[in-house]
């Protein structure tokens, strides 16, 4: 291995290679990062590997040196146009690498201008001159470089430096942006990082982009330039213009999906956030004056018993005031200790009890631990109680909040993301269909067949939604119950919706009895306990195509596809109802120019 390493630096056996940075707003390239290879075939030929035995063998700063020369030379020969993104190690930069004679040789003889060299700062191990690299940097720059610093999100102190060296460019790390289509976090991540930058007059790269779907994620960002094998690999000739497939992407108006993660409250939330502060007995306390203390407190449930700051027992305000209430009670029992009346075996958790958690264990302590409540402790030590009913109360509320994001039926979005999306189709002023889907005779169903077949059919109706729609053009969410909204960007929309129409009326049969679909419905009780006859379940699509500036906001959109949902369940059996001019909410005639399709296509 070292001779092989002696071997190439001695006989400059490095091979350049440039992988394109595209501007993504003004859709051409804006410069080339230069990366190394070492010999074809050999245990160094990635950079990797390369530079690893170079640290090895005490030999990186030859290294990196011959890097810089190779990577210089190359480029100009190429007279590729455009930036160059040339990656140097803090080090490097501070030993003045390219204040060198060589480079500065290059440069002059080659007439490559110092503003179209990015200095690209890597962090392979912690930078434990700060200083000294905040002063090389601001040198290099005034020098007339650009700064960029790479990997952000890898290194030790990214954000640190971010904020004090103020660069150019900030190139994200490919971790954060590979499979960003599918990561909420990731999404966040980089939405974050862009608002820094923004803030910042830094541009930001987002480097490994593999994909159309990360690329349009990151488009739609608003993300300055990318990066990726989607984009170009490295080669040795690269291609000076953009291929076919990015530039479709580039002119694209498309509004990415974003994935979407349900906000897990109810983990977070601990058992704290319902304490209750209360005063506390010791077992010895007489029984009257843990009487009168309720008495005194009428919102207070209970009484925890505490012994040198340790809880030993609860006492019941129902049960204790029941048994006072019979005769000669205070005047036996007054007097007597209280740990008489207490309950030994309370439900006792700490205060960082997730309340999911904290839930469980009421439910498995039994109907006392209910009524009585639970001691809160902080290490150990007596805090605070808890109340049955506020921890019911607290989780419900959690997840009523946690269905505005994600069904928890289907998963699919709830009403907070439909209108973000929503919001942001009107902002990109694209032209996109809204159609609202409902489920004609659904309670029928529940009640004759049961709450789970009832949930089975909602389960499958989403199901075929996502399958009929573009995952990555279609919106589909699960407004509640048997509601659900699809936002369409496919051009054949339409089309899209018949096969649901399809779909939905063959998986339907599936849930009934050979008599009913025989029959075509069944005999059962309306809400006023009349006996009458329900047809087999049905789909109906009320579907408005909206134009750009038609709507000012998300409520508008919502009411007329409502509207719109309402006269398609006017029509019997499976239908799409689409409205084909684009209305106006405040007109009294909301749908002029109509168009019904049923379940058969006809119209």
């Given at each position: 291995m070292q001779n092989l390493l002696t071997e190439i630096l001695l006989q400059r056996r490095l091979s350049p290679v440039f992988q394109p940075i595209v501007d993504m707003r003004e859709a051409h390239i804006i410069g080339y990062e230069g990366l190394i290879r070492g010999p074809v075939d050999t245990l160094l030929h990635a950079p990797t590997e390369l530079f690893s035995a170079a640290r090895n063998f005490g030999v990186v700063d030859e290294l990196e040196?011959?890097?810089?020369?190779?990577?210089?030379?190359?480029?100009?020969?190429?007279?590729?146009?455009?930036?160059?993104?040339?990656?140097?190690?803090?080090?490097?930069?501070?030993?003045?690498?390219?204040?060198?004679?060589?480079?500065?040789?290059?440069l002059q003889r080659k007439r490559l201008t110092r503003n179209r060299i990015i200095i690209e700062i890597t962090e392979s191990e912690p930078t434990y001159n700060f200083a000294s690299l905040i002063d090389a940097a601001h040198h290099h720059r005034d020098a007339g470089f650009e700064i960029a610093m790479d990997d952000l999100g890898e290194g030790f102190s990214s954000l640190r430096l971010w904020s004090e060296l103020r660069p150019h460019f900030v190139k994200v790390d490919k971790h954060f942006?590979?499979?960003?289509?599918?990561?909420?976090?990731?999404?966040?991540?980089?939405?974050?990082?862009?608002?820094?930058?923004?803030?910042?007059?830094?541009?930001?790269?987002?480097?490994?982009?593999?994909?159309?779907?990360?690329?349009?994620?990151?488009?739609?960002?608003?993300?300055?330039?990318?990066?990726?094998?989607?984009?170009?690999?490295?080669?040795?000739?690269?291609?000076?213009?953009?291929?076919?497939?990015?530039?479709?992407?580039?002119?694209?108006?498309?509004?990415?999906?974003?994935?979407?993660?349900?906000?897990?409250?109810?983990?977070?939330?601990?058992?704290?956030?319902?304490?209750?502060?209360a005063p506390t007995v010791s077992p010895k306390t007489h029984s009257e004056t843990v009487l009168n203390l309720l008495l005194a407190q009428p919102n207070l449930h209970a009484i925890p018993v505490v012994e040198n700051r340790i809880p030993v027992g609860i006492i019941n305000r129902t049960s204790l005031v029941d048994r006072f209430s019979r005769v000669y009670t205070r005047e036996l029992f007054g007097r007597r200790p209280c740990s008489l009346f207490m309950s030994p075996d309370p439900l006792i958790v700490d205060r960082y009890t997730p309340l999911e958690e904290l839930s469980r264990l009421v439910v498995n302590k039994g109907k006392n631990s209910f009524s009585d409540g639970f001691i809160l402790t902080d290490k150990g030590e007596y805090f605070g109680i808890g109340t049955g009913y506020d921890l019911m109360r607290e989780i419900s509320q959690m997840q009523i909040n946690a269905a505005r994001y994600a069904n928890p039926l289907t998963m699919l979005p709830g009403n907070v993301p439909i209108a973000e999306h929503t919001e942001r189709l009107l902002e990109s002023k694209v032209t996109f269909a809204v159609c609202h889907c409902d489920l004609d005779h659904f309670k029928p169903l529940n009640d004759m067949y049961g709450y789970r077949k009832g949930d089975e059919v909602i389960q499958g109706c989403a199901q075929i939604l996502v399958d009929c729609c573009d995952p990555e053009r279609d919106f589909v969410g699960h407004i509640g119950g048997d509601d659900f909204i699809i936002l369409f960007q496919s051009p054949d929309w339409q089309a899209r919706c018949q096969s649901i129409l399809d779909m939905f009326d063959g998986m339907a049969r599936q849930f009934f009895k050979p008599e009913h679909l025989a029959q075509g419905g069944y005999y059962g009780e309306d809400r006023r306990g009349n006996k009458v006859f329900f047809p087999l379940l049905a789909l109906s699509i009320g579907a408005v195509s909206i134009e750009p500036g038609a709507f000012s906001n998300a409520h508008e959109i919502s009411a007329v596809a409502g509207e719109a949902k309402k006269l398609a369940k006017r029509i019997e059996g499976s239908c799409i109802f689409v409205e084909r001019r684009a209305p106006q909410p405040t007109s009294g005639e909301l749908f002029p120019d109509l168009s019904i399709a049923n379940g058969n296509g006809s119209v």
């Open positions: 040196r011959l890097c810089v020369l190779s990577v210089l030379e190359e480029f100009t020969r190429l007279n590729l146009s455009g930036k160059l993104f040339l990656n140097l190690c803090p080090a490097g930069l501070m030993n003045g690498i390219l204040e060198e004679d060589a480079v500065l040789d290059i942006i590979q499979g960003i289509h599918q990561d909420p976090v990731k999404l966040q991540f980089v939405r974050s990082i862009q608002q820094i930058a923004e803030n910042s007059n830094s541009k930001v790269v987002a480097e490994g982009i593999e994909t159309r779907s990360e690329f349009m994620i990151i488009q739609n960002l608003g993300i300055a330039c990318g990066q990726g094998y989607f984009i170009g690999r490295p080669e040795a000739k690269p291609h000076p213009s953009i291929n076919p497939e990015v530039a479709d992407c580039l002119s694209s108006t498309t509004i990415s999906i974003y994935p979407q993660g349900r906000p897990d409250t109810l983990a977070k939330a601990a058992a704290d956030k319902i304490l209750i502060h």
